[in-house]
């Protein structure tokens, strides 16, 4: 048996019968479809490992489909054009397109079958020779989704200029990683990238940072080590006061003193930082210094969480299937259409490193078929957590009732909050009669902690 899955389009339901029956036969799991349209909701649902693609037909022709992939990047599987009309013209457009070969109507079943065989050796080949060159460890933020653009563009203007930059987002966004696509992509991409976690500076971080005098010689710290390169400071809240306020004052000056040594030198990297959200509410209580924050803040840009690019998730999902196989030898498994369907909907709220550690567990503990939708509810069954904000909490996991009441609950304890704990003004901004209102309070167990006037 093939094994291998290969999608049919075809407007002629006659051609698409024999030709699955024919593949059918030989081995190969086979879809169909009579259009455009179809074609796309099949390639989603199941990604091929080949293509047959009518040119002639009714609502979108094969050439157009073609360059639509083409062009999105999106052409993964070898493509093979069928035509009753071929011509040198059409053929040549096509292979600049990237298809593998084409085939005229009424096909040779010989033929056929040779030329899907040969499409499929070479696109293996292919991609065992170059797999460490297609798939690396992406840097770049991946998806198409306006947000996922919008936060592309900002990180390549910061690359163009030299000011420091301030990555603000949840764990597992990618903050890292964004740092150094931006290194990347700057006039710096040749000198060196540092990466700092302050937790590794040991007992003596500001000399970790600046160097130190010892024996009569300069230990050349971490910010010399960068050169002309970047230094980025992994979450600017696990950094103690008084490595806050020395940072600051090497950015505000652009000068700084190796510990021990007499004179000054001047600072020459970029820094780049990480933080949490809520930063500036950390500057009020004073867990952050101010001054730290206008200093590195100078170009902030927000790493969006992956719920707020949802849309993405399938291309994640195929993106990080391919990258485990072949970084950690694991056994390849599609995800389903209704797995995917489900992941998109789930709120994510460990981010792109969730995502990618639960590839990484269908991977490695799920059978060899594609992966199902029960067994994405099971794994996400497990990650349950109740404490998680709402918009964190994943509701499609609960019946109706219990998620209206989880909703109802953190909707309104937030609405009462802003309304400084006063059900009249509540009443008003939710828009409920106030005897009402009092009743659903305490059937969500909401309690009122000062009076209405």
């Known amino acids: 048996m093939s094994g291998e899955r290969i999608l049919v389009v075809d407007d002629e339901a006659d051609i698409r019968a024999m030709v699955r029956e024919i593949l059918d036969d030989e081995g190969y799991e086979v879809d169909v479809a009579a259009n455009a349209s ?20 009714p609502d979108t022709d094969g050439i157009t489909l073609l360059r639509e992939w083409s062009e999105a990047g999106d052409l993964d599987a070898p493509v093979v054009m069928l035509s009753g009309h071929g011509t040198v013209d ?24 040779d030329t899907i065989e040969q499409a499929l050796t070479q696109h ?19 998806g198409k989704s306006p947000v996922v653009e919008n936060f592309r563009e900002q990180l390549q203007r910061a690359a163009q200029h030299d000011a420091p930059v ?34 590794a500076l040991g007992a003596n971080p500001v000399a970790a940072l600046l160097g130190e005098r010892d024996d009569g010689e300069v230990k050349a710290g971490l ?13 600017l809240r696990d950094l103690d006061d008084d490595t806050q306020s020395l940072l600051a004052g ?38 952050l210094r101010r001054d730290l924050i ?11 969480a992956l719920r707020q690019y949802h849309e993405d998730v399938p291309e994640l999902l195929r993106y990080y299937v391919d990258l485990l196989v072949d970084q950690e030898d694991l056994r390849f498994r599609r995800v389903s259409f209704a797995a995917q369907n489900r992941l998109r909907n789930y709120p994510w709220p460990g981010n792109l490193r969730e995502l990618r550690n639960l590839v990484r567990q269908f991977l490695t503990l799920g059978g060899s078929g594609e992966v199902s939708l029960s067994e994405v509810e099971e794994a996400l069954a497990a990650t349950v957590d109740d404490e998680q904000p709402l918009v964190k909490q ?35 901004r939710v828009g409920m009669e106030r005897t009402h209102l009092y009743r659903k309070l305490r059937s969500l167990g909401i309690e009122l902690h000062s009076s209405d006037d």
């Open 38 to 57: 179809e074609a796309r909701t099949a390639r989603q649902a199941h990604s091929p490992d080949l293509v047959l693609l009518d040119i002639w037909m």
């Open 90 to 113: 059409t053929a040549i457009e096509a292979t600049r397109l990237g298809a593998a070969d084409f085939l005229e109507k009424p096909l040779s079943l010989a033929k056929l079958l």
């Open 124 to 142: 293996s080949a292919a991609n065992k020779a170059g797999r460490h060159a297609l798939i690396p460890e992406r840097l770049e933020p991946l």
């Open 166 to 199: 301030l990555l603000a987002g949840e764990p597992g966004t990618g903050r890292g990683s964004s740092a150094r696509y931006l290194h990347a992509i700057s006039t710096r991409a040749a000198e060196p990238f540092i990466d700092v976690v302050p937790a």
């Open 223 to 235: 910010i010399a080590r960068a050169r002309a390169g970047v230094l980025f400071i992994d979450e």
């Open 250 to 287: 090497v950015l505000e000056s652009g000068r700084y003193r190796p510990v021990g040594a007499e004179r000054e030198e001047r600072l020459t990297c970029r820094i780049i930082a990480s933080t949490r959200p809520g930063f500036r509410e950390a500057a009020e209580a004073g867990r």
């Open 294 to 304: 206008d200093a590195v803040g100078a170009l902030t840009i927000q790493a969006p």
């Open 394 to 428: 994943d509701l499609l996991s609960l019946p109706l009732r219990e998620a209206r009441e989880h909703f109802e609950r953190a909707y309104l304890e937030q609405q009462l909050k802003l309304s400084g704990g006063r059900v009249g003004k509540l009443a008003e």
